[in-house]
């Protein structure tokens, strides 16, 4: 007799979420390869314990060489693929509660990658075990397949696409309910230079350092001057600070001047929830005057860059009407006596190309002696609203929740668009704050459950018929 999945995962309630504190425990940064662990020790850990997991629970796994993992249910040729990541971007500072504790307050779970994916990828674990317990039999194979070091490069996925069978169609859990059925191109470059600042300038950026990733919003920087006159510095810092509403400090540190830039954390993706550490202390820099290839550099970040997060003064501003404005986000940079680096994120939108935006940049940074270093390239997805398989999840998502929200497009970037036809499906719900890469990053356990269920009923639907 074929059982209800609600019920089902009703039942798996303690597991789900035991099993999301347990593989939020691990710190999963990628690091320096090691011996069969090409993305470090951490990611390693995340990837053996997720596949212990589901051997736990009577599901057979596969190691893919420590690039990826996969576990696969049903039978027949054709495959859909679910599609999740273990790895996590930084911690950042100021949580309220440890970044690795996976604690429970007030009905959520507390920890990085909580949402952002190993929550996901957990409800999708049980939302396989669902399908098998209810007694339903497949005419389509379903992989989950877990990704390594996604935040960083895609190598991870990439590798599983070169050595084992890419699914026919998929979804990834790791970005927003309905369905996403658009996502904007991503680049990521460096904008650099190199230079010599005479020795007797009166002020001299020793150092300028920023930002834990280029996808994240930068929450702190810091930079080191040698200045001069330190009495006419302290004036302008505190008539700037009266005028600003940006968090700045300085000390005195063996005869120079140390500032700190905090800002506010957020998915670079979406720049305008978050506050960019850099940006507001080159904003201040750019008070001071500074007569070198230093200021030039800094009055050009002003003039060009500063607070905006849509490219607008870059002359890269572009919009379209399915996926809206490029966005613009400087995640770090290294700046000292010798050379100037900041590393960008763009998300632009999904009918403009990767070729526009840099004959774009590369306009605007003639004459500044500033070079472009391409580092990303993720091409946009893009599937219409009408699409067959658009339409099938949506009505599971509405027949589930009630809601009647439309598709809808993003700037962030999901495994979805490395396959033939892939769209991302949850996990963050309408009208919620989106916390991935930020500080107390959580997911309700309500949440985490109804994702199970959904999900268990998209497997159902889409590979019984």
């Known amino acids: 007799m074929k059982k209800n999945i609600k019920e089902i995962v009703e039942k798996q309630r303690d597991e789900i979420i035991s099993s999301t504190q347990e593989i939020v425990r691990v710190k999963s940064v990628e690091s320096s390869p090691e011996k069969n662990m090409p993305f470090g020790e951490g990611v390693n850990n995340a990837l053996e314990t997720f596949l212990d997991m589901a051997e ?15 576990i696969e249910i049903g039978e027949g040729e054709e495959m859909l693929g679910l599609l999740c990541h273990l790895d996590v971007v930084p911690e950042g500072k100021d949580w309220t509660y440890p970044p690795y504790a996976a ?33 339903i039999e497949l005419n389509k194979r379903v992989r989950l397949i877990v990704g390594t070091d996604e935040e960083s490069g895609w ?28 996502e904007k191109g991503i680049l990521i470059f460096d904008l650099k230079g190199e230079y010599k600042i005479r020795e007797d300038a009166p002020i001299i950026i020793e150092s300028i350092e920023g930002g834990n990733a280029p996808n994240m919003v930068p929450d702190y920087c810091e930079a080191l001057l040698k200045i001069d006159n330190t009495a006419k510095f302290k004036t302008k810092f505190d008539e700037f600070k009266n ?5 700045l400090e300085y000390e005195e540190v063996n005869s120079k001047i140390k500032i700190i830039s905090q800002g506010i954390s957020a998915h670079g993706s979406m720049p305008e929830d978050g506050q960019n550490a850099i940006s507001q202390l080159m904003v201040f820099l750019g008070e001071l005057g500074i007569n070198s290839k230093q200021g030039k550099l800094i009055e050009f970040y002003n003039n060009k860059i500063a607070m905006e997060y849509n490219g607008e003064s870059m002359n890269c501003g572009l919009s379209d009407g399915v996926s809206g ?29 990767k070729e526009e935006v840099y004959k774009r940049i590369e306009e605007e940074i003639k004459g500044i002696d500033l070079s472009i270093e391409e580092k990303e390239d993720l091409k946009p997805l893009y599937l219409p609203v009408d699409d067959p398989f658009v339409e ?22 999901t495994y979805a668009r490395a396959v033939k036809k892939g769209v991302a499906f949850g996990p963050l719900f309408p009208g919620e704050p989106e916390l991935a890469h930020q500080k107390d990053e959580h997911i309700k356990i309500e949440n985490l459950i109804i994702s199970t269920e959904i999900y268990a009923e998209a497997i159902i639907e889409l590979a019984t018929k």
């Open 392 to 413: 099938k999840l949506m009505k599971i998502y509405r027949d589930k929740t009630g809601d009647d929200t439309e598709a809808i497009a993003i700037g962030g970037g």
């Open 103 to 135: 604690e429970i307050h007030d009905g959520k779970i507390y920890g990085r990658g909580t949402i952002d994916d190993k929550g996901p990828a957990v409800s999708s674990l049980y939302a396989l075990k669902a399908v098998i317990d209810s007694g």
């Open 243 to 247: 005028d600003n509403d940006f968090n």
């Open 155 to 182: 190598e991870g996925l990439d590798y599983y696409l070169e050595h084992e069978e890419e699914p026919d169609f998929a979804f990834s859990p790791d970005a927003a309910f309905p369905v996403i059925h658009a």
């Open 325 to 353: 404005k490029l966005v613009f986000n400087v995640g770090m940079i290294d700046f000292n006596i010798e050379k100037f680096a900041i590393t960008v994120n763009i998300r632009y939108p999904v009918t403009k190309s």
């Open 56 to 70: 736990r629970l009577g599901l057979e796994t596969v190691n893919v060489d420590g690039y990826a993992g996969y």
